[in-house]
């Protein structure tokens, strides 16, 4: 039997997370991996999986095509770098050039544009996984400093503002003070550096930007997450719930309440 739903799969649990989900419903996903970024565990799961280089999309619409494909999901990220060192193809090629930006948002977006053309809908990035949402409040770790509504009340909007500018999703602050912001370095170097400079107390958010495409951009925590934070001593790590998707949280809890690291739900607009 032909799979309807595909699965491009990148880096870490997230893909793994996708297929058992799938797999609990009864749907088998075919999966395109890439070299160098998706684990090798994802792709030996019995169901239809091509093996990719990054920039290679012709490949890839034409595997999802054969196979029956009329529906895909985006599940795990690419690495940062290899958004600057591509080696595309005619049809990857085709759609650089159209591009004014080249950053992940603006790339996703034109690999789904091209996938939509082919006659394949790009369905949401949570699909099958919408039990590992967040919810809200303590989700890990110890109950909450007083504080931390002012904390969340003076960064909230400041995080959103970087992430509306595409600039990051995640900021550390302390005291009314912002002790780092988001960059090309990702969220859990952002927790160590923003740490490193708040000391004891730091309390680290992280956000959706407004009208972020959900299809393919779902900001992601998990134990690594975690140790970050621990590693930086920051205290609290805010997510926006029902937006942001918390891998192998059975660990997530173990780690933050050995490292005392609170893990707290926010609701932002259109959260549940």
């Known amino acids: 039997m032909k799979a309807k739903i595909g699965l491009i799969a ?20 075919a999966v395109a991996a890439f070299q160098g970024e998706t684990e ?3 792709a030996a799961r019995g169901q239809p999986t091509e093996w ?5 999309l012709g490949k890839l619409i034409s595997f999802f095509t054969k196979a029956g494909v009329k529906e895909v999901i985006f599940a795990g990220q690419i690495t940062p770098r290899r958004l600057f060192d591509l080696r595309p193809d005619w049809k990857a090629l085709w759609i650089l050039a159209k591009l004014k930006e080249r950053n992940a948002a603006t790339l996703f977006g034109a690999v789904a544009g091209e996938l939509e053309k082919a006659g394949i809908k790009v369905l949401p990035a949570t699909s099958f996984v919408e039990e590992h949402l967040a919810g809200r409040g303590v989700l890990a770790g110890p109950n909450p400093p007083k504080n931390l509504p ?24 302390k005291q009314g003070t912002v002790m780092a912001v988001e960059g090309f370095d990702g969220t859990d170097d952002t927790l160590r550096r923003g740490g490193k400079l708040a000391g004891e107390g730091g309390v680290a958010i992280k956000v959706t930007s407004p009208g972020q495409d959900m299809r393919f951009d779902v900001p992601v925590i998990g134990p690594q997450t975690v140790r970050a934070a621990a590693e930086g001593k920051v205290s609290v790590l805010v997510v926006e719930s029902s937006r942001t998707l918390i891998l192998q949280m059975d660990e997530v809890k173990k780690l933050a309440a050995r490292h005392k690291v609170t893990v707290w739900g926010q609701a932002g607009k259109g959260a549940k």
């Open 150 to 173: 002012a904390e969340i009340s003076f960064g909230w909007p400041l995080a959103k503002g970087i992430a509306r500018l595409n600039i990051g999703q995640s900021l550390v602050v």
């Open 40 to 42: 090798a565990r994802v």
């Open 10 to 29: 990148g880096r870490g649990e997230y893909p793994r997370l996708v297929l058992e989900g799938a797999k609990a419903q009864g749907v088998t996903l």
């Open 52 to 56: 990719l280089r990054v920039g290679q």
